[in-house]
T-cell receptor, first 116, second 114 residues
Framework: AQSVTQPDIHITVSEGASLELRCNYS??????LFWYVQSPGQGLQLLLK??????LVQGIKGFEAEFKRSQSSFNLRKPSVHWSDAAEYFC??????????????FGPGTSLSVIP | EAQVTQNPRYLITVTGKKLTVTCSQN?????MSWYRQDPGLGLRQIYY???????DKGDVPEGYKVSRKEKRNFPLILESPSPNQTSLYFC?????????????FGNGTRLTVT
């Protein structure tokens, strides 16, 4: 069964510093890959997604992610973090080539704190 | 405003007392889904619906029921709630399917079962 791991439960960075959140998945083929963000007290919002093509994808709010097939990873990055980026970040995986596109598996999440 | 609306935001109940959490979307989305969020476990899918009158089990359906009689509404029913159903619940919708169009989430319902 496919799974998603996010090795870091919690990360703290200083405002203006760069950020990388890790995500690894287990699946034989190339799945659909997503990053969602959850701001405090709110639902999740899609930051970016990847399925095929350029392995470096750009998302909203200045985020980008890179798909590395050899490492089964899809890490999220941002060159300069803002205080408003403090939130919970979820990596998610979708299984391709199914007759019905119905299930997205979410990782456990990484909580990001930003120090002013 | 395009949105997914869940009610209530907070709910405290006792074991065995039937309850319903409502979910409504105004975006004419085909796909709707319920998730529960627990610390360290991320979001786990309870039930989903690809269209009206079409529902299917997710990963953790035990103790829950859903219905999709209208496109916009997807209520979550707990016939006999138990303390292990204490959790944060999210309803989400997508235009076609969650791979090709983003999931739009409600603001969540925090349920406590004593």
């Amino acid at each position: 069964a496919q799974s998603v791991t996010q090795p870091d439960i919690h990360i703290t960075v200083s405002e203006g510093a760069s950020l990388e959140l890790r995500c690894n998945y287990s699946y034989g083929a190339t799945p659909y890959l997503f990053w969602y963000v959850q701001s405090p007290g709110q639902g999740l919002q899609l930051l970016l997604k990847y399925f095929s093509g350029d392995t470096l994808v750009q998302g909203i709010k200045g985020f980008e992610a890179e798909f590395k097939r050899s490492q089964s990873s899809f890490n999220l990055r941002k060159p300069s973090v803002h205080w408003s980026d403090a939130a919970e970040y979820f990596c998610a995986v979708g299984e391709p080539m199914k007759t019905s596109y119905d299930k997205v598996i979410f990782g456990p999440g990484t909580s990001l704190s930003v120090i002013p | 405003e395009a949105q997914v609306t869940q009610n209530p935001r907070y709910l405290i109940t006792v074991t065995g007392k039937k309850l319903t959490v409502t979910c409504s979307q105004n975006m004419n989305h085909e796909y709707m889904s319920w998730y529960r969020q627990d610390p360290g476990l991320g979001l786990r899918q309870i039930y989903y619906s690809m269209n009206v009158e079409v529902t299917d089990k997710g990963d953790v359906p035990e103790g829950y029921k859903v219905s999709r009689k209208e496109k916009r509404n997807f209520p979550l029913i707990l016939e006999s709630p138990s303390p292990n159903q204490t959790s944060l619940y999210f309803c989400a919708s997508s235009l076609e399917d969650p791979y090709n169009s983003p999931l739009h989430f409600g603001n969540g319902t925090r349920l406590t079962v004593t």
